[in-house]
């Protein structure tokens, strides 16, 4: 059984309350669908529909049709204020039960959306059964280093004031597990990359309003339901600004994208070889001199 690790319900509602200005805090979402846009152009082929999965106000999805690569973006969202503001043609869809037939889809985008999935194992497999055969997935999700900061010193303020810790930031995935999800799903030539950077802000309060502004705040089922106590929450703050300074009096806070790109099997796609089938040797294709482990090389080249 699924474990249910996210209130969804908790979070079109925080999504709905802040869509209005969804624009004036969409810095990651900018990010991860510029690299998505950059990924698209390196294929060489093109898509006749795209499905962006997740697309909030549909901000992806003009830098992905600037590539040409596509004929049309349909954008799908579940929080109905957001549907509302995706350029069309656009519907209403969750992400965890998706409406598509089996292999009807060219192309599957989404930005920062399937973290947010209670099954992303399940999710996968219902995109790689709806894409067509040699379809496409370019996947955006929060990794693991995502927050690092506010995660240590929100735990250790509320340890210190409150005599316990409740989870106050969401789990992020590994990027050395998304490529066995792409696989375990059924995607041909997985792969999984990662973007890792940091933003600064002038305080942690800061950091935790723009979040808010996200509709980011904490949506754990397993969440705490009584709100932090201001002391707790300056104590955070100042714990944040001793142990993650940034220049200027600034705070820094560790972002991580999680780039995926899988495709529907097809027989048309390149079969890697099978482990010592080569034909011939890789010292011999570089034209490089061999030496068993433990051997000192010679710093002419000489054996």
Not at 32 to 48: H, N
Not at 141 to 155: A, C, D, F, K, S
Not at 174 to 194: S, T, Y
Request: glycine content about 6%; some cysteine.
């Amino acid at each position: 059984m699924t474990e249910i690790l996210f209130d969804r319900k908790l979070l079109m509602r925080r999504r709905s309350r802040v869509a209005a200005a969804a624009a004036s805090h969409d810095f990651l979402l900018q990010r991860a669908g510029e690299d998505i846009a950059a990924r698209l152009d390196a294929v060489v082929r093109d898509f006749p529909v795209a499905i962006n999965l997740g697309a909030y106000h549909g901000a992806i999805a003009p830098a992905v049709l600037q590539t040409g690569r596509v004929g049309r973006v349909v954008n799908t969202e579940s929080c109905p204020a957001l549907v509302a503001q995706c350029a069309s043609p656009c519907i209403a869809c969750d992400e965890e039960l998706l409406p598509f037939k089996a292999g009807s889809v060219d192309l599957f985008i989404s930005a920062l959306s399937l973290h947010l999935v209670n099954d992303l194992p399940g999710a996968l497999v219902q995109i790689r059964r709806a894409l067509k055969p040699d379809g496409l997935l370019l996947a955006a999700i929060l990794g693991g280093r995502t927050l690092r900061e506010l995660r240590e010193v929100l735990t250790t303020a509320e340890s210190e004031m409150e005599g316990g810790a409740s989870p106050r930031v969401i789990p992020f995935a590994d990027v050395r597990d998304c490529g066995a999800l792409l696989q375990r799903a059924g995607f041909a030539l997985p792969v999984a990359d990662a973007d890792q950077f940091t933003v600064t802000y002038r305080t942690a309060l800061d950091l935790m309003h723009d979040l808010r502004a996200m509709g980011a705040a904490n949506m754990l089922s397993a969440r705490s339901r009584k709100p932090l106590r201001r002391a707790t929450l300056f104590r955070a703050a100042e714990l944040y600004a001793e142990r993650f300074p940034a220049p200027d009096g600034r705070v820094a806070a560790s972002f991580e994208i999680i780039h995926l790109t899988g495709w529907a099997p097809d027989e048309s796609q390149p079969i890697p070889l099978a482990p010592g089938s080569a034909k011939k040797r890789l010292a011999d294709a570089l034209d490089a001199n061999e030496q068993t482990a433990g051997e000192k090389a010679d710093p002419k080249g000489r054996r």
